[in-house]
């Protein structure tokens, strides 16, 4: 598989385009002000303590205090503060945790009032960016996260991977590790850091300490609400954590960031630095024709090769996806066939639409419904495949009695929302219209459906611009090559731009 990187850079936003063989799986925006993303730290100050939730509100200078539940507070919250109240009345030099002693735990089912009060300074790390009305999900149980290793303070445990597997592997790296790192501090093993030699990893764990003293010395001047330490760009955390061997390219177009990029490939992965290009090109999302799929994937309807859609929706509280087989019914000899197909497929998009658009909370899909229980399972079966290489944590119930399937996925920041509709003036007043750039994609896939569905004859009825623009690229030659039909084009200027028709052998409209 053709794996490549495209990173688009402009003074307002870094947006992300992973490729798997020219297809759009995975799309990130980075805003430049964005200043709350996850694993981000700050020194914030307890706002206000709700007993009713067993919860705490906490300045970190966003508009909306954020959320620190109880459970959120961490065993080792005693040992945190005890640790912060050190440092900021100077008592605290060292920076590691050599010589620190570690306070008992808090309970698990305790009350937050007993462990915090009103106008107390807390370190607080970003679980969850600000999302709709809501201000970030804060947490208490901190960690620095690198390439191989997750470095955890006031913890001596080791934890691995679940998807290493490998025994003798997991000794290796387990044995490696305690002999490495720094005294009360948990290190948790990343999948990636299988059979990694010893250098690799020591370094590693060489930064995140590094990054640790330089918590030690913003605590020490720092005036809350600040934030005291920054996580990664997301271009440089998308790359620390998927960059594999897999990876084919890697193209930017912003000279500077193309630069800290580079030295980042350095440090992280020396062996790849020649696969990252600096490209030229202001729109390079356009030359690499990821606009396109953007426009036409981030829609309320999706369609898919073989004509069959989806139907997106979302509200507050979940998000409904609705799959309909569109022209595709006589595809199979029965219906139950049909349906599987349709709903396999319509499975497999759902996974990349969940990635693409990071939906996350509850999802509902109401799939084209099935009698035998045996093609049930099986679409269960490939659902949880489709999704197994999706890094958000997720869980997929089987098919309600109602032809329902349930999915929950991790929502740590908020949906990507894409406008893919277009305004056009129109002599009763302006509309919006589905993109524009979709429109001869459109228009192409109709006519393929129709011809499929058995019309001898059709021709197509549109604006004199979009009848020159066929013509000019010899459209009907290709579909003369690909159909063995000649398609003929009549315009006429009464037809907005956007709007066309297919016309059958008794000169009616064909609906598509």
Request: proline share 3%; with cysteine.
């Amino acid at each position: 598989m053709n794996k490549e990187l495209i990173i688009d850079a402009s003074s307002e936003e870094v947006r992300i385009a992973l490729l798997e063989d020219k297809r759009l799986v995975e799309l990130h925006n980075e805003k430049s002000d964005n200043q709350y993303s996850v694993g981000d730290l700050y020194l914030g100050r307890i706002k206000k303590i709700v007993p009713g939730l067993n919860a705490a509100f906490v300045d970190v200078g966003y508009e909306k205090d954020a959320f620190l539940h109880y459970l959120d507070l961490g065993p080792q919250l005693k040992s945190l503060k005890k640790y912060l109240t050190g440092i900021r009345k100077k008592k605290s030099k060292e920076k590691l945790l050599n010589s620190f002693t570690f306070e008992k735990d808090i309970e698990k089912d305790g009350k937050i009032n007993d462990v915090l009060k009103q106008g107390q300074e807390i370190v607080v790390q970003i679980a969850k960016e600000p999302i709709s009305t809501k201000g970030p999900r804060i947490t208490c149980e901190l960690s620095l996260a690198g390439r191989f290793l997750v470095l955890v303070p006031f913890s001596d445990r080791i934890s691995i991977s679940s998807r290493i597997r490998n025994k003798a592997e997991k000794v290796r790296l387990k044995s490696l590790i305690e002999s490495i790192k720094p005294k009360n501090f948990g290190v948790i093993i990343r999948t990636v850091a299988e059979s990694k030699k010893v250098a690799e990893l020591d370094q590693d764990l060489k930064d995140l300490v590094s990054r640790w003293e330089g918590l030690h010395d913003s605590i020490q001047e720092a005036k809350p609400p600040q934030k005291i330490l920054g996580e990664l760009s997301k271009s440089a955390a998308f790359l620390r954590d998927m960059l594999n061997p897999s990876y084919n390219g890697i193209a930017i177009n912003e000279k500077v960031l193309h630069e800290e990029i580079k030295a980042y490939l350095n440090t992280i992965a020396p062996e790849k630095v020649n696969i990252l290009k600096y490209v030229n090109k202001p729109r390079i999302f356009d030359h690499f024709g990821i606009e396109k799929q953007i426009k036409s994937l981030f829609g309320r309807n999706v369609t898919m090769k073989s004509g069959a859609y989806l139907v997106i929706e979302h509200t507050e509280a979940l998000h409904v996806i609705d799959v309909n087989s569109g022209n595709t019914a006589k595809k199979d000899k029965d219906q139950e066939s049909n349906a599987l197909r349709v709903n396999i497929e319509s499975a497999q998009e759902i996974a990349r639409q969940l990635k693409l658009r990071d939906m996350g909370g509850i999802i509902v899909v109401d799939f084209i419904d099935q009698r035998k229980a045996e093609n049930r399972k099986a679409l269960l079966n490939k659902m949880i495949e489709f999704m197994k290489d999706d890094k958000a944590k997720h869980h997929v119930l089987p098919p309600s009695k109602f032809g329902l399937v349930q999915i929950t996925r991790q929502r740590v920041r908020p949906e990507m929302e894409i406008k893919t509709s277009e305004t056009i003036p129109t002599a009763d007043g302006s509309k919006e219209v589905r993109a524009t750039i979709l429109l001869i994609d459109d228009i192409e896939n109709k006519l393929k459906q129709i011809l499929a569905s058995g019309h001898k004859k059709v021709s197509i009825h549109c604006h004199p611009f979009i009848r020159a623009y066929f013509q000019q690229h010899k459209y009907q030659w290709k579909w003369l090559r690909q159909n063995m039909k000649w398609i003929k084009i009549t315009s006429s200027n009464s037809l907005p731009l956007v709007e066309y028709h297919f016309i059958d052998e008794k000169g009616e409209n064909i609906k598509a």
